[in-house]
């Protein structure tokens, strides 16, 4: 896919730039398997995978009569913390960053991940340099990207037309629409190619399908 026209890029980053999912999955099922509820596949994680994650909780068998969502939310990014520097960036991820940034285009971060600790990973890995503005959650619970979004366009002074939101999910899609910025997704995360080819936006198979020229 050419991407060449728009000259903003808002990239997500779990899931997108992060190869996280497997992660996520993996301290899902430790959280599923000490309630006694069935595990997760690939394929089943990347079916029910959802913003805002309190509604994926209760779709996996989390029963809030019996605790909270802010305590099993808690208990899930406490363990995602310790782990988290076992994953890497998506192949390709950081050669595409620099060929974007010759090509004289500007990017930015737009994320559901918590804003500091977004910051402190993005500098781990040696990306933050490449972004002009980084905007993550406000609290762990992931609720969504949309005020955050809107408010990134309105600080950076850049046009929607000009701007192209590329992530994993059907949420970036519909974040993507409230924003009236161009989308694309690519199978590489949290969601299936099924569930984002209903989305009606372009679909990449990867980070090596889009072309800035």
């Not at 301290?27 to 509604?55: K, T």
């Not at 990014?77 to 500007?106: D, F, H, M, T, W």
């Not at 990207?145 to 046009?159: D, N, R, T």
């Not at 997704?185 to 009606?200: A, K």
Request: net charge negative.
């Amino acid at each position: 896919m050419n991407v060449g026209k728009y000259r903003h890029l808002i990239w997500d980053w779990n899931g997108t730039l992060l190869d996280d999912a497997w992660l996520c999955r993996e301290i899902m099922n430790g959280q599923l398997s000490q309630r006694g509820l069935p595990l997760l596949s690939a394929e089943r994680y990347e079916a029910v995978f959802d913003f805002p994650v309190e509604g994926y909780y209760r779709k996996v068998g989390f029963d809030w009569r019996n605790e909270t969502f802010e305590q099993a939310g808690t208990e899930f990014i406490v363990e995602y913390e310790k782990r988290k520097k076992e994953c890497r960036l998506q192949p390709g991820a950081g050669e595409l960053l620099n060929q974007i940034k010759k090509a004289g285009r500007s990017q930015a971060v737009l994320s559901a991940y918590s804003h500091k600790t977004l910051e402190d990973f993005l500098g781990h890995f040696g990306v933050r340099e490449h972004f002009r503005s980084v905007a993550g959650s406000r609290d762990h619970y992931a609720e969504g990207k949309v005020a955050h979004g809107l408010k990134m366009l309105e600080e950076l002074h850049v046009s929607p037309e000009e701007t192209l939101l590329i992530g994993d999910t059907t949420h970036d899609a519909e974040v993507a629409e409230a924003m009236g910025v161009g989308c694309v997704l690519i199978p590489c995360g949290h969601n299936s190619r099924e569930r984002l080819s209903r989305c009606g936006v372009e679909v990449v198979a990867g980070l090596g399908d889009l072309r800035f020229g």
